[in-house]
């Protein structure tokens, strides 16, 4: 069974770092590119990036490029995002998704993790 | 402001059948590119329903059917149930500005 297993919520104060992980079980983490869909407190889906762990080729929405970093550590199937100064503004909740293949041109995201909600405030 | 535009909300009576719209442009739905829809219930994360325009995952019923037309692409559902009381969202990708996977704004379905 494909599973994506989020780290837990977190409450961080404006200016510290963060570091939140997902770990895929199930399938060959190496094979498929795991992304990063952030939603704000009663807001869309928003695609933030992407990152195939077999090689490390990391793509990054243009609206998130800069504002974090995304990265993967193959050896235990782990995904990460992270951030190196959090704003009030990054509280939401962060799905990790996994692309599927389907033999079309739009791949979709067929598997998500539980979510992980990160709270940033004073 | 969403790439793809779908209505913030639509409502069905049980039993009902109800359609959500998604309108692209000529760099994603209109360039040939296929849509998937995905169904949030509340407190949830998204799960996957529709994938590459029409095609339905293991598990879901066929009451929930998708389409894609030119630059538009539809979700239906027939036999409204209470347990489709949701939000529903689709992607598509997107040729432009390197943004690449790109949702709707979401539409909220209420059944009355």
């Known amino acids: 069974e494909v599973q994506l297993v989020q780290s837990g919520a977190e409450v961080k104060k404006p200016g510290e770092s963060l570091k939140i992980s997902c770990k895929g079980s199930?399938?060959?983490?190496?094979?498929?590119?795991i992304g990063w869909v952030r939603q704000m407190p009663g807001k869309g889906l928003e695609w933030m990036g992407i990152?195939?762990?077999?090689?490390?080729?990391?793509r990054y929405s243009p609206s998130f490029q800069g504002q974090v970093t995304i990265s993967a550590d193959k050896s235990i199937s782990t995904a990460y995002l992270q951030w190196s100064s959090l704003k009030a503004s990054d509280t939401a909740m962060y799905y990790c998704?996994?692309?599927?293949?389907?033999?079309?041109?739009?791949?979709?995201?067929?598997?998500w993790g539980q979510g992980t909600l990160v709270t940033v405030s004073s | 402001q969403s790439v793809l535009t779908q209505p913030p909300s639509v409502s069905g009576a049980p039993g009902q059948r109800v359609t959500i719209s998604c309108t692209g442009s000529?760099?994603?739905?209109?360039?040939?590119?296929?849509v998937h829809w995905y169904q949030q219930l509340p407190g949830t994360a998204p799960k996957l329903l529709i994938y590459?325009?029409?095609n339905r995952p293991s598990g879901v019923p066929d009451r929930f059917s998708g389409s894609k037309s030119g630059t538009s692409a539809s979700l239906a559902i027939t036999g409204l149930q209470a347990e489709d009381e949701a939000d529903y969202y689709c992607?598509?990708?997107?040729?432009?500005?390197?943004?690449?996977?790109?949702f709707g704004g979401g539409t909220k379905l209420t059944v009355l």
């Open positions: 992607q598509s990708y997107d040729s432009s500005l390197s943004e690449f996977w790109v």
């Open positions: 998704v996994r692309q599927g293949g389907y033999g079309g041109n739009s791949f979709p995201f067929d598997y």
């Open positions: 000529s760099s994603n739905i209109g360039a040939g590119y296929d």
């Open positions: 590459g325009n029409s």
């Open positions: 990152i195939y762990p077999g090689d490390s080729d990391t």
């Open positions: 199930g399938y060959s983490f190496t094979s498929y590119w």
